[in-house]
């Protein structure tokens, strides 16, 4: 690849990546697909570029430290578990409109809807990509032809 084009090109990639990781942490994971609570999965997204040899990519991901983060953007169920006390010697909690306590209760598990918040950002700004990429390419080739 020429050096012009793959400098234009790598340049494009970052911009587009900024945007699309902009998308996932400042909308996606800050009201848009799931309320931020603690901010642990939003502070786990990372953008990882490759501009070596004849590869360029970025990629937005989690460094794996929310383990949430995949049940969130696919869904599933969880197992069932026992839920126990680890301050305390008993759980209290409010079940029909009572205040119970118990040293254990059984969580049946539970069923947790798709939250897209790394795919739907994708989806959302492919066009964009696809075409900003395209005019990079179409820009860069047409300069390369005009200082021949």
Known sequence: MPDNLRAALAE???A?????LAQVVGVNLSGGALNARSGALRNSIQ???NNQDSALSA???TDGSAPYAAIQEYGGKTAA????PDKAKALAFIAGGKQMFARRV????SQIPERSYLRSALAEKSAEIKQALSE???????RAKDST
């Open 81 to 84: 578990h026992d839920i126990i």
């Open 16 to 20: 587009l990546a900024q945007d699309l």
């Open 59 to 61: 990629a937005i991901a």
């Open 12 to 14: 494009k990639i970052d």
């Open 106 to 109: 059984k969580h049946p598990g």
């Open 136 to 142: 990079t390419l179409a820009e860069a080739s047409q």
């Open 47 to 49: 953008l990882r570029e």
